[in-house]
């Protein structure tokens, strides 16, 4: 039986390039998302991957969620963190809405999901747990405290699952992408990208989703089992932590 993979925020952008490599590496692959429905519909007809919709900033929900995944697919064997938002700001204009969002969609998220299947993944000996951070989270950035708060976070919690679950065979890792070529960071203007950011950037060029997809495919394979509690950074050298 292949092993299911569940990707929040799986049917846009790097999730999506996500879950199509997952389900391309042979695994029952389970997408999640928040409301776009005509996305959802769109990437499921393209895929033939399962959709799922819930609001992973939402204990309930994702506990509900998460137990008709496995009654359809079965146990959640790879989980990825991948949901995620902006709600960028300066601190001094920052609402607390604005602060509040996306701690509890980066952050909270983290708990909601991991917390549902971990007892799973520890009684049947295996288990992956991917979550996706952001280069941001590592070095901070004008106008995202919020974001930087939670995505660092993402990296404290991995630390500490890692270690709590490591005898288990659950291994807990971080994948943190730099600039990446999805729909939004293409909507900037070329001129923009190629002055202000492209020059950041040593290897001279954005990411693509499937260089994101391929770190996951390894880090949830059976070969990356002494890999725990590690932040991968993929920013074409952009920031060496
Ligand atoms: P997108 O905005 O393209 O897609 C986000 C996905 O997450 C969508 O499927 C969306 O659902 C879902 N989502 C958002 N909020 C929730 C929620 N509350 N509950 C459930 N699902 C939710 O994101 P990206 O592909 O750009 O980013 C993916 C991850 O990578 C994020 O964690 C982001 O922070 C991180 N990242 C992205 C970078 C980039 O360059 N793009 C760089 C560094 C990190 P719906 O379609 O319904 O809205």
Not at 133 to 146: C, D, M, P, T
Request: a negative charge; glycine letters at 12%.
């Amino acid at each position: 039986m292949a092993r299911v993979a569940l990707v929040t925020g799986g049917t846009r952008g790097i999730g999506e390039a996500i879950s199509v490599g997952l389900k391309n590496a042979g695994y029952s692959v389970a997408a999640t998302y928040a409301g776009n429905d005509e996305a959802a519909a769109k990437f499921k007809e393209e895929t033939g991957i399962a959709v799922y919709k819930w609001d992973v900033a939402d204990f309930e929900a994702c506990k509900e969620g998460i137990a008709k995944v496995e009654a359809e697919l079965g146990p959640v064997d790879i989980l990825v963190n991948n949901a995620g938002i902006t709600r960028d700001t300066t601190l001094h204009r920052m609402k607390p809405e604005q602060w509040s969002a996306v701690i509890s969609t980066n952050l909270d998220s983290l708990f909601n999901m991991t917390r549902n299947v971990i007892d799973g993944m520890r009684e049947r000996g295996f288990g992956r747990i991917i979550s996706i951070s952001s280069i941001n989270g590592q070095k901070g950035q004008f106008g995202q405290a919020n974001y930087s708060a939670a995505k660092a976070g993402v990296i404290g919690f991995t630390k500490a699952v890692a270690q709590e679950n490591a005898a288990k065979g659950v291994t807990v890792n971080v994948v943190s992408p730099g600039y990446i070529g999805t729909e939004m960071v293409r909507a900037v203007p070329e001129e923009v990208l190629n002055s202000k950011i492209l020059p950041l950037i040593p290897v001279g060029r954005l990411g693509e989703p499937e260089e994101i997809a391929r770190c996951v495919n390894f880090l949830a394979s059976d070969e990356a089992g002494f890999i725990t509690g590690s932040t991968l950074s993929i920013n074409g050298g952009q920031y060496m932590a």
